[in-house]
């Protein structure tokens, strides 16, 4: 088993920053990539990014260039810095984590941390 716990979102003005970290423990070894996750209410969740076990890292294109992904091998953390952020409604981050295991992929997922961006 894989459990994660983010942390880090809160209330933030547009065009500022914020980080969110994920901590990942259980069979850690096993994890193939690590991402990010977003949901708003009604609406489908959708990839923000994702890192693999080759730290190479792949962003939404609404993302890109404003959010970094970044992992911590020696803490088992994920974080998602997060800048230039726009006006929107609550949204809740969910970490993801994805691994190889009785022969087929397995996801597990936080408990999601909500990030409003208002003025």
């Known amino acids: 088993q894989v459990q994660l716990v983010e942390s880090g979102g809160g209330l933030v003005q547009p065009g500022g920053s914020l980080t969110l970290a994920c901590t990942a423990s259980?069979?850690?070894?096993?994890?193939?990539?690590l991402g990010w996750y977003r949901q708003a209410p009604g609406e489908q969740r959708e990839l923000v990014a994702v890192?693999?076990?080759?730290?190479?890292?792949k962003y939404a294109d609404s993302v890109l260039g404003r959010f970094t992904i970044s992992r911590d091998d020696a803490e088992n953390i994920v974080s998602l810095q997060m800048n230039s952020l726009k006006p929107e409604d609550p949204v809740v981050y969910y970490c993801?984590?994805?691994?190889?295991?009785?022969?087929?992929?397995?996801?597990?997922w936080g408990q999601g941390t909500q990030v409003t961006v208002t003025s």
């Open positions: 993801n984590a994805a691994r190889w295991g009785d022969r087929r992929w397995i996801d597990y």
């Open positions: 259980g069979r850690i070894s096993t994890i193939y990539s």
């Open positions: 890192i693999s076990i080759g730290n190479t890292s």
